[in-house]
């Protein structure tokens, strides 16, 4: 295992408000990494600073570096670097106007692919890779946002992996999502690690401890407590973490 | 009540109820070996008596765990407690059931009209120290320490070293005379059992450990 994107002392701020404190976090190669904390903490900030979409709001600022394969991704095009890193939101965000096929090859037509037969294969690729294909084959030139929830979410990775990403990072992906959505999604998840390297915010404890190889627990700004989630949840070596994570503050 | 103070309270009662289990072993081991000792078909129904609402409790403390643990998923100290008193109402449940073997054995003396050929100190000493150890893995348990569980596992030592010292002494008296022998097993056997008490024992401690620490520590 290589490590795929190393976070050194990286700070971040909205405006006077500084919102993350000295973060450094090593995050490995095909694995997935979970980033809890209280709602506040700095989870989603710190996701928003690994692809640059953290500086694009009024007043917010970085300081430090993100290397993604020992690159400053600070020194680089952001809009290629996004290329590298996809986001998966909170809510499932398809464009309404699209179908569901034109929505899986959104980011390959804006990057000026015009040929339909690749975009019809590439879009059966990744609708097949979300596991959605059987469900929507029939489908296709539908609205995006026809499909239910849980199948707007996996077209909405779909989406992301059609500019072929190294990361992904989702952010709270499943909060909007029914329990039977949320397991196909974590299904889904834990298949993509063997491609790709994940990042997933989220609220919901037992999905850190369910899906995640590492977790990183996050508390005002500050990295608390990163180690493998196995041991996190079950010795965590710092109190702030035991208390969080067993429900005595938060 | 909150959900925080729930879990609290349900969790000390799974621990209340542990103590009650420690409670019936040391009464069953007592009794059994006194039964043994005296050959007393009284004391003898201790352990029966004892075994049954053991059961109980351990069914209890099992069904109270599961539902904390599917209703709370529980981690981090949370867990391991959780963890460690279901493993743990297990041990006191068997140490009792050794116990109640204990007391069958008198029972069969009784019934047979037997007589002990010796005084059975060697036994008595493994069962003091079984209680000792007893006492000791629960007061650790109940009060997270880790230091009181080491010295359990140190004492397993003296009991098995005491059990080999009772099997070579048999053995010479059985070799000697052939009534003896069916005496000598039973002897045997409650050695046996009292040394499996102790060992039940240093798995108790083990859970004090884990609770504490978080880390396994196997005897050596």
Known sequence: MSTKIRIKSLNGWFGEKQVLKDINLDIEENSITAIIGPSGCGKTTLIRCINRMHEVTPGARVEGSVLLDEQDIYKEDPVKVRERIGMV???????????????????LKLKGIRNRKLLAEKAEEVIKAVGLWDEVKNELNKPGTSLSGGQQQRLCIARALAVEPEVLLMDEPASALDPVSTMRLEDLIYELKKEYTIVIVTHNMQQAARVSDYTAFLYMGELIEYSNT?????????????RYISGRFG | ???????????????????????????????SMEALDKLDEDAAKVALRNDVKSYDLMRNIEN???????????????????????????????????????STLAIEMVKEKDEHFKKLIGLKGMKDKSIDMIEKAMKALLEENKNLAMEVYKEEEDVDALYEQI??????????????????????????????????????????????TGERIAPD
Do not use: W
């Open chain 2, 167 to 212: 099997f070579r002494e048999l053995i010479t008296y059985m070799v000697e005379d052939n009534r003896k022998i069916t005496r000598g097993v039973r002897y045997l056997l409650a050695g046996r059992y009292l040394e499996r008490v102790a060992d039940h024992a240093c798995n108790i401690a083990e859970g004090a450990i884990y609770i504490t």
């Open chain 1, 230 to 242: 196995k041991e996190l949840f079950e010795r965590p070596k710092n109190d702030l973490t035991e």
């Open chain 1, 89 to 107: 939101f909170q809510r499932p965000n398809p464009f309404p106007t699209m179908s569901v096929l034109e929505n899986a090859v959104a980011g």
């Open chain 2, 64 to 102: 109270r765990c599961t539902a904390l643990l599917m209703l709370q998923a529980p981690v981090a100290k949370d867990l391991r407690k959780i963890v460690t008193a279901m493993k743990s109402s297990g041990d006191l449940n068997r140490i009792i059931r050794y116990a109640k073997n204990i």
């Open chain 2, 1 to 31: 009540m909150g959900t925080r103070e729930k879990f609290d309270k349900d969790i000390n009662e799974v621990y209340r109820m542990l103590g009650e289990m420690r409670d019936l072993a040391i009464d069953s081991i007592n009794s």
